[in-house]
């Protein structure tokens, strides 16, 4: 069964405080892996995708890594703002059609 | 651009009532999404169409009902409402296999 978990389930830093949070999957025929963002009460917004074990991408203070069994995003000196969920999300099958999320990391920033 | 569009932001259902909640997308994307959120879980696929005219099932389709006639639009159907139902649902769209845009959602309650 195909099955997306996420690490920790809630996440409280100060200010400053570098983490990474985890995403681990087992499924067969992954198309590709992808991280966004949601705030209270909106949409998931788009963060990464990741397409091979070893690919790595950067946006800001985010950086996104994938192995063949998990990826990580570490947050490097967060700030209050970075407050929010954060969702992993695998694409399987042929067509990359169907699309499993895990149940997000809530990220919490103390300044 | 408004991205994807979703109506109602909220409504509240009797018990074998029937509803279409709308989706409306302007960034010609050919592929569209529709999950469910419940508290604690993680996004569930709906249905999904990669084009006008197809359609087909995700992960938890029991109890709904898409279609696909544009490009810009895809309709989800509730028949006969039931409270498992109670959700936030949120519909996406995405160029191919790519990242998925996701609009504000609607938040459903079924009594």
């Known amino acids: 069964e195909d099955q997306v978990t996420q690490s920790p389930e809630a996440l409280r830093l100060q200010e400053g405080e570098s983490s990474s949070l985890n995403c681990s999957y087992t499924?067969?025929?992954?198309?590709?892996l992808f991280w966004y963002r949601q705030d209270p009460g909106k949409g998931p917004e788009f963060l990464f995708t990741?397409?091979?074990a070893g690919e790595e991408k950067e946006k800001e203070r985010l950086k996104a890594t994938l192995t063949k069994k998990e990826s990580f995003l570490h947050i490097t000196a967060p700030k209050p703002e970075d407050s929010a969920t954060y969702l992993c999300?695998?694409?399987?099958?042929?067509?990359?059609?169907?699309?499993?999320f895990g149940t997000g990391t809530s990220l919490t920033v103390i300044p | 651009n408004a991205g994807v569009t979703q109506t109602p932001k909220f409504r509240i259902l009797k018990i074998g009532q029937s509803m279409t909640l709308q989706c409306t997308q302007d960034?010609?994307?050919?592929?569209m999404y529709w999950y469910r959120q419940d508290p604690g879980m993680g996004l569930k696929l709906i249905y999904y169409?990669?084009?006008?005219?197809?359609?087909d099932k995700g992960e938890v389709p029991n109890g709904y009902n898409v279609s696909r006639s544009t490009t810009e639009d895809f309709p989800l159907r509730l028949e006969l409402a039931a409270p498992s139902q109670t959700s936030v649902y949120f519909c996406?769209?995405?160029?191919?296999?790519?990242?998925?845009?996701f609009g504000p959602g609607t938040r459903l309650t079924v009594l």
């Open positions: 996406a769209s995405s160029y191919f296999e790519t990242e998925q845009f």
């Open positions: 499924v067969s025929g992954l198309r590709g």
């Open positions: 990741l397409y091979s």
């Open positions: 999300a695998v694409s399987v099958g042929v067509s990359g059609n169907q699309f499993y």
């Open positions: 960034m010609n994307h050919n592929y």
């Open positions: 169409s990669v084009g006008a005219g197809i359609t």
